[in-house]
């Protein structure tokens, strides 16, 4: 499936109007003066009646088309071993490594199409080998964000054939507690610019900085800059052991970050991970009202859906992820949901 946009970021439209993208235009044919008409006339707007009418029959056909489900984020790797070992002190979300082999029929009954594959950076760093493997293996079905060391300025020579890495797509960036100094401290400004002129799709996640990315976001319109997680960092989502007033104010002021980046045509939002911002069981009804909010102020085609699905696993099957969006957000219409399971991450990643 690819799609062609004319402006990469064009100017946002008002939320609230509905666009029928299926909607067809046709063009009347207006007969001149009061004479009967011409056998020539006569088949000229039979034909373009014709034509016409054919026209509004691809339209419902796209219509009726199966939506396309895109999980914008899952990690796998596999088993460390002396031959491919990972990295020191490396600690992963599942006691089992989380394979090709166990992702694909978790997707096919889910009803998932595609997965865009985050290497897990503290087990593999920098390797994409493995995600690589995924792609070779079902090339239409995975795609990868891949790290860059950011502290390491001489990786920019690599960015300008970055998507030239089979099944690589772009960046993703986790600025965690050792990293979050980068975003000030002049560690990470080489990479603004050369991600932008590379054309190159970033990911990324902060604890609490989100707002940081509004300067980026200003100076570099042409970078295509996608919120994770809503921008609710792990140090800021709720655990057992938080207090009530901690967990209605790190969540919330997050998700006010998010939404103050709206604004900026080139940053879009990943509605994902869910189920480790909800204090409640299935279907978290707690987020409903971040998601709301964040969908109001991105509107559809800058709304992403993903799981982060390892890193909850336990607290809700692949398929209730999926129909979490699908059938308990009333406020999204069908339209809506074409946009947000799939077809939004799919134009912002260039991903054809």
């Given at each position: 499936m690819?799609?062609?946009?004319?402006?990469?970021?064009?100017?946002?439209?008002?939320?609230?109007?509905?666009?029928?993208?299926?909607?067809?235009?046709t063009?009347?044919?207006?007969?001149?003066?009061?004479h009967?008409?011409s056998?020539r006339?006569?088949?000229?707007?039979t034909?373009?009646?014709?034509?016409?009418?054919?026209?509004?029959?691809?339209?419902a056909t796209?219509a009726?088309?199966?939506?396309?489900?895109?999980?914008?984020?899952?990690?796998?790797?596999?088993?460390?071993t002396?031959e491919?070992?990972w990295l020191?002190?490396?600690?992963?979300q599942?006691p089992?490594?989380?394979t090709?082999?166990?992702?694909i029929?978790l997707?096919?009954?889910?009803g998932?199409?595609r997965?865009v594959?985050v290497?897990?950076?503290?087990?593999?760093?920098?390797?994409?080998?493995y995600?690589?493997?995924?792609?070779?293996?079902?090339?239409?079905?995975f795609?990868?964000?891949a790290?860059?060391?950011?502290?390491?300025?001489d990786?920019?020579?690599?960015?300008?054939?970055?998507?030239?890495?089979?099944g690589v797509l772009?960046v993703r960036?986790n600025?965690?507690?050792?990293?979050?100094?980068?975003l000030?401290d002049g560690?990470?400004?080489?990479?603004?610019?050369a991600?932008?002129?590379?054309?190159?799709?970033?990911?990324f996640?902060?604890?609490?900085?989100?707002s940081?990315f509004?300067r980026?976001?200003?100076?570099?319109?042409?970078?295509?800059?996608i919120i994770?997680?809503?921008?609710?960092?792990?140090?800021?989502?709720?655990?057992?052991?938080?207090?009530?007033s901690?967990?209605?104010?790190?969540?919330?002021?997050?998700?006010?970050?998010?939404?103050?980046?709206?604004?900026?045509?080139?940053?879009?939002?990943?509605?994902?991970s869910?189920?480790?911002?909800?204090?409640?069981?299935?279907?978290f009804?707690?987020?409903?009202?971040?998601?709301?909010?964040?969908?109001d102020?991105y509107?559809?085609?800058?709304c992403?859906?993903?799981?982060?699905?390892t890193?909850?696993?336990?607290r809700?099957?692949?398929?209730?992820?999926v129909?979490?969006?699908?059938e308990?957000?009333?406020?999204?219409?069908?339209?809506?949901?074409?946009?947000?399971?799939g077809?939004?991450?799919?134009?912002r990643?260039?991903?054809?």
């Open positions: 690819i799609f062609n946009i004319a402006s990469q970021f064009a100017v946002i439209p008002a939320r609230g109007r509905r666009v029928d993208h299926h909607h067809v235009v063009k009347t044919i207006e007969q001149e003066g009061h009967m008409p056998r006339s006569f088949l000229t707007g034909v373009a009646t014709g034509v016409a009418l054919s026209m509004q029959h691809p339209a796209v009726q088309q199966k939506r396309v489900i895109v999980d914008s984020q899952v990690h796998l790797w596999p088993a460390s002396p491919r070992p020191p002190g490396a600690k992963p599942l089992e490594p989380f090709i082999e166990r992702i029929p997707m096919d009954e889910a998932v199409d997965v594959i290497p897990p950076a503290s087990l593999e760093g920098e390797r994409v080998d995600a690589q493997e995924a792609v070779k293996r079902y090339p239409s079905r795609a990868i964000m790290r860059v060391a950011l502290d390491k300025p990786r920019a020579a690599r960015l300008a054939t970055w998507r030239d890495q089979p772009g960036l600025f965690g507690p050792g990293e979050a100094a980068w000030t560690t990470a400004d080489w990479f603004w610019p991600a932008e002129k590379a054309r190159l799709p970033v990911m996640l902060t604890s609490g900085q989100t940081l509004a980026i976001a200003e100076r570099h319109p042409q970078l295509t800059l994770d997680h809503m921008g609710v960092g792990a140090g800021l989502r709720p655990r057992p052991d938080s207090s009530d901690v967990r209605n104010k790190l969540v919330p002021e997050a998700i006010a970050q998010s939404v103050a980046l709206a604004k900026y045509a080139n940053v879009s939002v990943k509605l994902s869910v189920p480790l911002i909800s204090t409640e069981p299935y279907p009804r707690d987020v409903t009202p971040h998601i709301h909010r964040l969908f102020a509107g559809p085609e800058r992403h859906w993903g799981t982060d699905l890193n909850s696993f336990a809700a099957t692949y398929r209730q992820r129909t979490e969006f699908t308990e957000l009333p406020f999204l219409t069908e339209s809506d949901k074409d946009w947000i399971m077809r939004a991450i799919l134009a990643l260039r991903w054809t």
